[in-house]
């Protein structure tokens, strides 16, 4: 039999304004802290704006992490003796309100090995019961091998011979330890900006997170700000202390609060690399149709495109190997610009080609459907398509999800955070022959070369002359992107080979 023992009734009022008050009492960390806290990757990076207590978060998981029989010790690395001690403080403070039993902050020396030489460096512990510890070192040792553990760099970007420093720390992984980097950026030549393009691009395996001023604010930081000083939040008054915020760092606001590393303009790809992935056996399929194409009875412009998919675009399609897998990218234009699309094969090497680029210029919707539909009836193996949802391609994007299914179909609106994700892929494809057969051609290339790094994200940023005066924005460059994309994210079946239709089918439909 259970019993339920109730409270005096005098009680009940006062357990309940407690509870009510527990419900509207703030979470002790803010969601991108929790976030950060959440990501047990066992090498995860941060690029964050200055003072969003992201520190202050690492300290909190650090001292649960010490105080666990099952945790681990942890090494802090700042790069001077100011940022080692308010880390110790930060993880005591912390084991106080944990109620976690934990000895007196030491000053002492930790004694590394470097060539020949034994260094001592100052170092400020905190031991555990657990028997783990949490050491801050005041500089940047320059050997952490035979150390086990968590290992955390602060301000990565400002310290010394940084590459040197993440080799010794990967080491304590092999062990089942934990490598966190953290810091603002400082350059984008810095290590540390190019340690995130790389994993960006996918060359490293790490957990990145990007926490700019911006976003810090929307999640709650001025209103902790406000809790803490004890004054009251208003909107008028986080929009001022905001203000007040960026004007202090003036024209390095963008670096140090939006995560934007300096010297980051530029073309993003170099002529060198755009060429050397150029074949002159890739073939650019070009057609344009004058303004009165338009306003032709519908049969009469399904049947000339109808012929010219047959005459032109089915030889090329013919020639793809049945075995292949395909992919597909789709940059929409309508009258001023290009419509890109790129075909991607992939065979049993991985290298992702180009068997031939099909280019469109002002050609009606429904025209540019029957194109689409037409070449993709007939890719070999079809596994994903992705498709420029911006704007007026919406409407290509849509029919072709539903024609082929959301499973192959990505309906791509494209926006910084996806350029930021997806060019970085793109440019290792191309370093490292991933992505070959680009057409040798100087309009592919100039798109190629449009694209430039604005606030630290590579995009397409400009226009370029096209023949006859037709106006190129990277448009190719936009659909190669988007291949590419499909190449990795999209359908990832078996080949099953199949038999294609010889002919467009229907030539009243032309698909």
Not at 247 to 253: I, K, Q, T, V, W
């Amino acid at each position: 039999m259970t019993h339920v023992t109730s409270a005096p009734a005098a009680a009940k009022p006062v357990a309940r304004a407690a509870a009510d008050a527990a419900l509207r009492a703030p979470a002790v960390l803010l969601p991108y802290q929790q976030r950060w806290c959440a990501d047990t990757a066992p090498v995860k990076i941060c690029e964050k704006s200055r003072r969003i207590g992201l520190s202050w978060a690492e300290a909190a998981d650090s001292a649960l992490m010490a105080a666990s029989d099952a945790g681990m010790d942890t090494w802090y690395v700042g790069y001077n003796k100011d940022m080692a001690q308010e880390f110790i403080l930060d993880c005591a403070d912390w084991a106080r309100s944990y109620g976690m039993v934990a000895g007196e902050i030491e000053e002492t020396e930790e004694v590394f090995v470097e060539g020949d030489e034994r260094k001592a460096i100052l170092a400020f512990v905190i031991r555990f019961a657990s028997g783990f510890r949490i050491t801050a070192l005041s500089s940047r040792p320059s050997n952490l091998r035979g150390k086990q553990g968590r290992v955390i760099i602060d301000e990565a970007a400002f310290h010394d011979q940084l590459g040197e420093l993440l080799k010794a720390a990967m080491a304590l992984l092999i062990w089942g330890g934990q490598v966190h980097i953290i810091s603002t950026h400082d350059g984008a030549d810095n290590p540390f900006a190019e340690l995130i393009e790389e994993c960006r691009a996918g060359k490293k395996p790490y957990s990145v997170h990007r926490i700019p001023f911006v976003q810090a604010l929307a999640e709650g930081l001025y209103q902790r700000v406000c809790l803490k000083k004890g004054i009251p939040w208003t909107i008028e008054g986080e929009r001022a202390w905001a203000k007040e915020i960026r004007d202090f760092y003036g024209e390095d606001a963008e670096e140090e609060l939006d995560c934007v590393p300096k010297r980051g303009g530029g073309k993003y790809l170099s002529i060198a690399l755009i060429e050397s992935r150029m074949s002159a056996d890739t073939t650019i399929l070009e057609i344009s149709r004058n303004d009165e194409f338009v306003v032709l009875p519908e049969h009469i412009r399904m049947a000339d495109i109808a012929d010219w998919c047959n005459a032109q675009l089915l030889p090329l399609l013919a020639k793809i190997p049945s075995t292949v897998r395909s992919y597909y990218g789709q940059d929409f234009g309508r009258s001023g610009d290009l419509s890109s699309g790129v075909p991607l094969i992939q065979a049993n090497d991985l290298v992702r080609r180009l068997p031939f680029l099909l280019e469109m210029a002002n050609i009606p919707f429904e025209c540019q459907k029957q194109l689409v539909f037409f070449l993709l009836d007939r890719l070999p193996n079809l596994m994903g398509a992705a498709f420029d949802a911006t704007g007026n391609g919406a409407y290509l994007a849509e029919v072709a999800m539903q024609r082929y299914g959301r499973n192959r179909v990505d309906e791509i609106k494209l926006s910084q955070d996806w350029y930021m994700r997806w060019m970085p892929k793109l440019k290792a494809g191309l370093e490292d022959g991933n992505l070959d057969g680009l057409p040798k051609h100087d309009g592919v290339r100039d798109d190629l070369r449009g694209i430039e790094k604005v606030k630290g994200i590579p995009m397409v940023v400009r226009r370029t002359a096209g023949k006859d005066k037709q106006q190129r924005h990277g448009d190719s460059a936009v659909a190669l992107c988007l291949a590419n994309y499909a190449s990795y994210e999209l359908n990832k079946g078996p080949v099953r080979v199949t038999s294609r239709p010889r002919r467009g089918g229907d030539i009243a439909r032309g698909y």
